[in-house]
């Protein structure tokens, strides 16, 4: 069935780095992908969301980049820190009359001091 | 402060014996939905309502069932519980439909889990 899922399930970076974090969907009728971030003990937080007829989308130190020839999604954190630490899901949606989100099974983002 | 409730935040129970996890949001959402997180499987979506006397089956439902009598509750009921069910239960929220032009962000809200454990 139509998935989403992550190219690498854990990731460990140097604080002040740029931290990259991939997503590959297979659903080529989702158009509204969203990024979350989950702390230990904590639910989901929404980092940043893209819908389909983007290709970018900046927020504060996150950028998100959608390229849906391939379909992929990335997430990239400038100048990580060590509260990033979490693991971040990718989440999509397929539109219409459909609204159920799919999540991936999420990237554990370490960094170190 | 804008938040989504859950309770309890912890439950361990019998199979068998009908329990309730309550979700609530002061946000006025029409939007919530109901997942379970298990390791190596993410975040999977239980069930979803997108207004008050209006709910749908997410990915797996099997097991569950919702109720949306008010806009701000949502509870999830599981009739007759089973191991199987043992998981970390997360109630989310958002105005909706997610992928409509609205100018501002859907910000999708999540409670801070109930850990239930079926025996």
């Known amino acids: 069935g139509e998935s989403v899922g992550l190219h690498l399930p854990t990731l460990s970076v140097q604080e002040g780095d740029n931290s990259i974090i991939n997503c590959a969907y297979s659903?080529?009728?989702?158009?509204?992908f969203i990024w979350y971030k989950q702390e230990s003990g904590k639910g989901p937080q929404f980092i940043i969301d893209?819908?389909?007829?983007?290709d970018k989308r900046q927020g504060q130190r996150v950028t998100v980049l959608l390229n849906k020839t391939v379909k992929h999604l990335s997430l990239q954190i400038a100048a990580t820190q060590p509260g990033d630490s979490a693991v971040y899901f990718c989440a999509e949606n397929s539109g219409g009359s459909n609204y159920k989100l799919t999540f991936g099974k999420g990237t554990l983002l370490t960094v170190n001091p | 402060e804008a938040q989504v409730t859950q309770n309890p935040r912890y439950l361990i129970t019998v199979t068998g014996k009908k329990l309730t996890v309550t979700c609530s949001q002061n946000m006025n959402h029409e939007y919530m939905s109901w997942y379970r997180q298990d390791p190596g499987l993410g975040l999977r979506q239980i069930y979803y309502?997108?207004?008050?006397?209006?709910?749908d089956k997410g990915d797996v439902p099997e097991g569950y069932k919702v109720s949306r009598k008010e806009k701000r509750n949502f509870p999830l009921i599981l009739e007759s519980p089973s191991p199987n069910q043992t998981s970390l239960y997360f109630c989310?929220?958002?105005?909706?439909?997610?992928?409509?032009?609205?100018?501002?962000?859907?910000?999708?809200?999540f409670g801070p889990g109930t850990r239930l454990t079926v025996l």
């Open positions: 659903n080529s009728a989702s158009d509204y």
């Open positions: 893209i819908r389909s007829n983007m």
């Open positions: 989310a929220s958002s105005f909706l439909p997610l992928t409509t032009d609205r100018s501002s962000t859907d910000t999708q809200y």
């Open positions: 309502s997108m207004n008050v006397e209006v709910t």
